[in-house]
């Protein structure tokens, strides 16, 4: 079958979730037996979030070939399960670079480059990529930003131009937001009126119509912006505030939103799909009861975003054992030895958070020397797992100034140090160890038996590592090294043995948990929180 091709586009503000209806959607085609992958277009002028501050943009997600992504990567691939890659996500920076590169090669032929045709060209080049190179049978494609923004407008542009040549393997999904006038007691459907408005001022009618609101809509309000919005009254859709957003794709199937899709694009309905296993882990949630207490400590813990895939992992994992998660977010530039005890009192477990940079750090400190001593369920991520390595170091091999050359470039012993292949970069866009890269687990350790299996493969994003001329002192003190890659030797896991469960990884083990499949080291973790 010919790609069909849909682009969500979202107007009267951001954030209204144009990525969990992506998501959504993408469920409901692939669960009719489709292959279905969902890309996203951000408007702004960086090559890639990897150098964003996460209050900008919140975290930073990884694909497995090593593309430093947009969050939302992390909403598809934990709808979907299907991995991405750098096709995936491309922001006007990386468009504009391409283009420029073209230029200065001549590829252009000393034609002048203008935004049309070169900037929306190389655009199209890249949403009809996923289905030419990787042959979907869909391609959801979801363009950052609010319909009416000017960085948005060479997208736009794009999307009306392909909706011409792709015709009915094309179309428009517009989600726009109805709020509700309190004093008034009235919806208000104007927002999204002028929001389609503007999209059609730049060449696009939209095919269907998803309103976010937080009350319900009636038939009548419904086909009030059917009208005026010049869109079938089967094709407009509610998209109501639900207690998870996991719920949204059962909500669509309710109303058929998967099926309005597949007849505008000429497809075959066919039964209606159960989607069993998904309503199952929605059953876990609504019936867990008994609460598991985790602390996740980290310096960013005031915007929830920047942890996104972890906090997904850890709540996938706490559904799994039956228990309803309660995550504090517990900030490591407040930690001190004197709070520390009141600050992870009552907790199950706590999680160092993974990050880059000194601020916060001997908070962390504090927290695993706690924890450690305390015998506390502790799982350290990236940075987390380096902060693990440091503290042992000092506080049970007894070098005092032990740190990572990234904290302290003259620190005598180095137990972290900067990776051999990084010493010569100079750029700090994409250039670190990025990616899925295979790890071997000591036969019998506790992350082995976490995962039960010797080979697992996860995703990378440090430019430090481990200095294994520490390695022996570290295995004789009672910290062992588990988990190496077996091509470079790089200490991947260390863990404790002697401890109940505490367990540090330098890889990023959230970025492939998933709805369905939630990664098996979390899932281990909390069932330790749950016994202690």
């Avoid at 420029?100 to 032929?109: M, N, S």
Wanted: glycine share 8%; charged share 25%; with cysteine.
């Amino acid at each position: 079958m010919e790609t069909k091709y849909i682009f969500v586009t979202g107007g009267v503000t951001s954030s209204l979730g144009k990525g969990i209806i992506s998501a959504s959607l993408a469920k409901l085609l692939q669960s009719r037996g489709y292959s279905v992958t969902i890309q996203k277009f951000d408007p702004y002028i960086n090559i890639d979030p990897g150098t964003l501050n996460p209050y900008e943009h919140g975290e930073c997600y990884v694909t497995v070939d090593g593309h430093e992504a947009d969050l939302d990567l992390g909403h598809y691939e934990r709808f979907i399960n299907v991995e991405t890659t750098r096709d995936n996500n491309i922001t006007t920076g990386r468009i504009y670079q391409n283009v420029i590169q073209k230029e200065r090669r001549g590829d252009y032929l000393g034609k002048t480059v203008q935004i049309i045709p070169h900037i929306t060209d190389e655009i199209k080049r890249n949403v009809k990529l996923l289905g030419t190179k990787h042959k979907f049978d869909f391609v959801i494609t979801e363009i950052g930003g609010t319909v009416g923004d000017i960085e948005s407008l060479p997208f736009l542009e794009s999307v009306r131009q392909l909706k011409w040549e792709l015709g009915k393997n094309c179309l428009v999904i517009h989600l726009t937001y109805v709020p509700y006038i309190a004093a008034a007691k009235e919806l208000k459907t104007k927002p999204t009126q002028h929001s389609v408005k503007h999209l059609q001022e730049v060449g696009i009618q939209p095919d269907i119509l998803v309103l976010r609101t937080e009350h319900e809509l009636t038939s009548e309000v419904r086909r009030k912006v059917a009208l005026f919005c010049n869109v079938e009254p089967k094709a407009v859709f509610q998209s109501i505030d639900v207690p998870s957003v996991f719920e949204v794709p059962l909500k669509m199937q309710e109303q058929g939103l998967d099926t309005v899709v597949l007849e505008k694009t000429g497809m075959p309905v066919g039964e209606t799909p159960s989607l069993a296993p998904w309503r199952g882990f929605l059953e876990k949630i609504y019936k867990a009861e008994e609460i598991v207490r985790i602390g996740l400590v980290g310096k960013y813990v005031e915007l929830p975003d920047a942890y996104k895939s972890i906090n997904e992992a850890l709540f996938q994992a706490a559904t799994y054992n039956n228990r309803k998660l309660k995550l504090e977010f517990i900030h490591s530039e407040k930690l001190t030895n004197e709070n520390i005890a009141e600050a992870l009192s009552g907790l199950d477990g706590i999680v160092v958070a993974p990050g880059f940079g000194s601020r916060g750090i001997d908070g962390k400190f504090v927290a695993l020397k706690y924890a450690r001593e305390n015998n506390i369920p502790t799982m350290g991520i990236c940075l987390g797992m380096q902060c693990m390595v440091i503290e042992f170091a000092r506080n049970v091999l007894g070098y005092e100034d032990a740190n990572s050359t990234e904290m302290d470039v003259k620190t005598k012993h180095n137990v972290i140090d900067l990776m051999e292949e990084q010493k010569s970069v100079s750029n700090y866009g994409g250039t670190m160890r990025l990616g899925a890269y295979e790890c071997e687990l000591e036969e019998g350790s506790n992350a082995a038996k976490a995962y039960g299996s010797t080979n697992v493969k996860e995703r990378h994003r440090h430019r430090f590592e481990f200095n294994s001329d520490y390695k022996e002192e570290f295995e004789k003190a009672g910290m062992k090294c588990v988990g190496k890659n077996p091509e470079t030797d790089l200490v991947e896991v260390v863990e404790i043995p002697g401890l109940k469960w505490f367990i540090g990884t330098q890889y990023h083990p959230e970025y492939t948990s998933t709805v369905l499949k939630p990664n098996p080291l979390f899932v281990d973790f909390i069932k330790a929180a749950i016994t202690k």
